[in-house]
């Protein structure tokens, strides 16, 4: 699957803002067509409101790149530097309120971990839960937030 990647840095004084706006606009990210899964996090020691997308076709990203969310994005921070990478992992299985750390991959993956393919330098990076790590899961966002509906 595609992911997507891209950080924002911030003011200290930003941080209750910004989680105050993911709570806002994180449900709205669970009915995006195309989009499996989105991390928001939030780091506080050097601050940054980092994002992680899951996206099932690379026609959901288009659209999602080209649509008045991003350009809502590009209007209040600026245009992010967008990162993309591949990753075998068909969710990304972390909770609000974990601590995650995002390095490179440095031998054998534990369970749990998320490889992620850069596709511009090569190597791989690991998204991995950590008691310690320095972002904070907000929310995540996907269809797995939504209602069962019945058949």
């Keep these: 699957m595609l992911v997507t990647h891209y950080a924002i840095p911030l003011a200290d004084a930003q941080l209750d803002e910004i989680r105050a706006r993911i709570r806002v606009i994180g449900p709205d990210f669970d009915v995006l067509p195309g989009l499996a899964a989105k991390l928001f996090l939030l780091a506080s020691d050097a601050p940054c409101y980092a994002l992680y997308y899951l996206w099932n076709t690379p026609e959901a990203l288009h659209d999602f790149l080209e649509g008045p969310r991003f350009a809502a994005l590009c209007e209040r921070f600026g245009r992010p530097e967008l990162m993309h990478s591949l990753t075998r992992?068909?969710?990304?299985?972390?909770?609000?309120?974990?601590?995650?750390?995002?390095?490179?991959?440095?031998?054998?993956?534990?369970?749990?971990?998320?490889?992620?393919?850069d596709l511009r330098l090569g190597?791989?990076?690991?998204?991995?839960?950590?008691?310690?790590?320095?972002?904070?899961?907000?929310?995540?966002?996907?269809?797995?937030?939504?209602?069962?509906?019945?058949?």
């Design 123 to 151: 190597g791989r990076t690991v998204l991995r839960s950590a008691a310690h790590g320095r972002f904070e899961v907000v929310y995540v966002a996907g269809p797995h937030n939504l209602p069962a509906t019945s058949s």
């Design 89 to 117: 992992a068909s969710s990304l299985p972390f909770a609000p309120g974990q601590r995650l750390d995002v390095a490179p991959s440095t031998g054998t993956p534990v369970r749990g971990d998320v490889l992620l393919d």
